[in-house]
């Protein structure tokens, strides 16, 4: 497998994700589709990155980081993770939120994400070392160590 960082454009292949998130009611692909091509998130300002993990030649998830707003402290925001069906329970998600912790930990102490896309998410951030906390639109935290 390998990660990289997205630029210009979001990776070929993206359909194909886009297509399995709508499958499982998952919204955030179209969300990161129409967010890059307005412009309005491109995840390219403020230590940002968008990661994407390829097996050979084919896109199997995507997931980024971004500076998180409105905290008494410095914090980036895990977003947009989406790990194609076929693809998951073989460690594509986990090296790929590593990569994107790694770099928000280069920005900021503290990481947040919401977990509530689907029941299979809070479990997953959980096992990476964030904590569950009750906060508007933020439901896990982790401090880094």
């Known amino acids: 497998m390998k990660i990289v960082i997205v630029s210009g454009s979001l990776p070929d292949g993206m359909d194909r994700l886009l297509s399995a998130a709508r499958s499982e009611g998952v919204r955030n692909m179209d969300l990161l589709q129409a967010q890059w091509t307005s412009g309005e998130q491109r995840f390219d ?56 912790m790694r770099r928000g930990f280069e920005q900021a102490p503290l990481l947040t994400c919401n977990a509530r896309a689907t029941a299979l998410a809070a479990p997953f951030w959980e096992s990476l070392g964030f904590e569950p906390v009750r906060m508007p639109d933020i439901t896990h935290i982790c401090r880094r160590r």
């Open 45 to 100: 300002r403020d230590g940002a990155a968008l990661f994407a993990a390829h097996e050979g030649e084919e896109l199997v998830a995507v997931g980024g980081v971004t500076p998180q707003t409105g905290l008494a402290e410095p914090a980036m925001r895990m977003r947009r993770f989406y790990v194609h069906p076929a693809h998951r329970r073989v460690g594509h998600g986990r090296a790929l939120a590593r990569a994107a």
